[in-house]
């Protein structure tokens, strides 16, 4: 089996386990913006907001550094005790730091209303991080289908939760229907919106309970020398890390203190619709990074490289096309009625979004020739851009203005790498041919939102056009690749 053929497949077996899952969470869009108020669903979003932060402080890049030495280093025993006794002391210190300090945690998270939120999130974050290097185990020993089958099962008891006490137990006691006592005497004595919390905590440890087999196999050593390492490696991306969480989620927060919190939840339930083009990257990164590391050493890497990027805007560029045009179709389905007012930006945050994936694909170079901290000096730009434009357009132009500036810190922080990456490590992009393919997706997307919004005759006969248009450039190749 050829290269780009065995990323291909394992491609998209990571893509059922990233995208199936979240797919099914984001149908779960419905049944928040359905079950709770535009100010509860930014409560929501507020907690989601530290936990993406804490979760990155607490691996401190340790994921992406197991990969990087995965190959090379050949007692797997000891890379694999070293990386998860370094996050499990992490874990550990955290759950001890926020108890003892719980009364300025819940002050600085916002939690006053709602204290057990704080438990909840120390649970989640200190069970998730647990989980990160056996996940990371299984991704580079080859084991997809064991990867997506435990995310299958953690995304199923999440549903399952949110389903029972957002909709049906609710809808049950509207109707006068009777229920079980206990679950009677939970639903009523528990803020709503903690279930969503508490689903969440439940998956996570069946998830980890689940991969437990794979640790207790290993014999368990810390290798200090390995970890400074592997330290060394991973801080710069941890703060890269911090900044990424910046550039996503700053604005949201932003919009609560500028504007107000109602204004917040219906920003963030619309940029949920931006999950598509995520999923998409987040499907990517999970096939690409181990296979990146794992060809570095063929003659031949730096082609493949290139060739990936090319399919990768060609899908990319797709996606966005296709989600502008049946915008109105989406929000009709998965977000209700009430939040629809920022429908507007949805547009501009895929695009951005795609600029990221291009960015996480070029950031290849930075990654194999050991120069992470050019990780760090990009995403701390692309923060620096988001603080900037929130700050001083929130007012003036209202939430949209968030949009933008998360195009611009994506943008930027894209270009900044691909000319760096030249100096470093130089790929063989074609740059006419891809950038032709992205300024395609953004002409017609743009036509299409301004000036044909739901006439999809004229969408639909624009995107068969530019996939016509594709295939032709890229048949040869293709039926190439599927010779092999």
């Not at 930006?345 to 694909?361: K, R, T």
């Amino acid at each position: 089996m050829s290269a780009l053929k065995r990323f291909f497949k394992d491609t998209i077996i990571y893509g059922i386990a990233a995208v199936l899952p979240r797919v099914i969470n984001f149908l779960l869009v419905r049944v928040h913006t359905d079950a709770l108020p535009a100010n509860n669903y930014a409560e929501n979003t507020n907690f989601y907001i530290w936990a993406a932060l804490f979760s990155v402080l607490l691996t401190f890049g340790m994921e992406t550094a197991f990969f990087r030495f995965y190959k090379a280093e050949e007692k797997k025993d000891s890379l694999i005790s070293t990386a998860f006794i370094s996050v499990f002391v992490s874990a550990v210190l955290f759950v001890l730091i926020a108890f003892l300090f719980s009364d300025f945690f819940t002050q600085i998270f916002d939690f006053g209303g709602n204290p057990l939120q704080l438990k909840l999130l120390i649970g989640i974050l200190a069970i998730d991080t647990l989980a990160v290097i056996p996940f990371a185990y299984l991704r580079a020993s080859n084991r997809p289908i064991r990867y997506t089958i435990i995310k299958l099962i953690n995304v199923v008891i999440i549903v399952s939760i949110n389903l029972l006490f957002l909709k049906f137990i609710p809808q049950f006691l509207n109707e006068g229907k009777s229920i079980p006592l206990f679950l009677n005497n939970l639903f009523n004595s528990t803020q709503i919106v903690n279930f969503i919390f508490i689903a969440n905590i439940v998956g996570s440890a069946i998830s980890l309970l689940l991969l437990l087999p794979y640790l207790l196999k290993f014999n368990w050593s810390f290798n200090t020398v390995l970890f400074k390492k592997m330290l060394s490696y991973s801080w710069p991306i941890a703060v890269a890390g911090v900044a990424y969480v910046i550039n996503e989620n700053l604005d949201k927060i932003l919009i609560g203190k500028l504007i107000d919190k109602n204004a917040m939840g219906i920003y963030a339930a619309c940029y949920k619709l931006a999950i598509f083009m995520n999923l998409y990257i987040m499907a990517f990164r999970l096939g690409a990074e181990p296979f990146f590391f794992n060809h570095a050493d063929k003659k031949d890497a730096k082609k493949t490289y290139a060739k990936i990027l090319n399919y990768f805007i060609i899908v990319g560029a797709l996606v966005f096309v296709g989600i502008v045009v049946f915008i109105d179709i989406l929000k009709q389905l998965f977000i209700n009625e009430a939040y629809w007012e920022a429908i507007v930006i949805v547009p501009i945050v895929l695009l951005a979004n795609l600029f990221l994936g291009v960015y996480h694909n070029l950031a290849i170079w930075y990654k194999l020739t050991d120069k992470t901290r050019y990780a760090m000096l990009f995403s701390i730009v692309g923060a620096l851009i988001t603080i900037l434009m929130n700050v001083v357009l929130i007012p003036k132009i209202g939430f949209i203005a968030s949009a933008w500036a998360t195009l611009a810190a994506y943008g930027t922080m894209m270009v900044l790498s691909y000319f760096i990456g030249k100096k470093h490590y130089p790929v063989p992009y074609n740059l006419k041919k891809i950038g032709s393919y992205l300024i395609a997706s953004i002409v017609i997307s743009f036509v299409s939102f301004q000036y044909f919004r739901e006439n999809y005759l004229v969408s639909v006969a624009l995107v068969l056009a530019f996939g016509v248009l594709i295939f032709w450039n890229e048949k040869k190749e293709l039926f190439t690749i599927l010779k092999q």
